[in-house]
Nanobody, 123 residues
Framework: QVQLVESGGGLVQAGGSLRLSCSAS????????MAWFRQAPGKEREFVAV????????YYADSVKGRFTISRDKAKNTVYLQMNSLKPEDTAVYYC????????????????WGQGTQVTVSS
């Protein structure tokens, strides 16, 4: 499995921005689709965004479309999630995930996960 380490979470006021980073341990990063999921207290883990291994395809959950941007830097083995216009309902632990093959949108599509980073948006 790929080792994934997230960073960049924190406390921000509504309307603010944060950028999450996820660094991967392996050179195979360039062959992996990368995604962000999130899990709020008492709720199931949900899909946020995914970028294909080529970087040419991205897909977003409707709840974040137009506010969040996923991108990847192959030279740094890192994927980012730029989050703008944050809302209190974006509060959650954000997880980075990786999988080979066709980009997935479900938790079960991904076999490698990071430890998560907390994002808290105050109103």
């Amino acid at each position: 499995q790929v080792q994934l380490v997230e960073s960049g979470g924190g406390l921000v006021q509504a309307g603010g921005s944060l950028r999450l980073s996820c660094s991967a341990s392996e050179r195979t990063f360039n062959n992996l689709n990368m995604a962000w999921f999130r899990q709020a207290p008492g709720k199931e883990r949900e899909f946020v965004a995914v970028v294909s291994w080529t970087g040419s395809t991205t897909y977003y959950a409707d709840s974040v479309k137009g506010r969040f941007t996923i991108s990847r830097d192959k030279a740094k083995n890192t994927v980012y999630l730029q989050m703008n216009s944050l809302k209190p309902e974006d509060t959650a632990v954000y997880y980075c995930a990786a999988n080979p093959g066709v980009p997935g949108l479900a938790v079960t599509d991904f076999g490698s996960w990071g430890q998560g980073t907390q994002v808290t948006v105050s109103s």
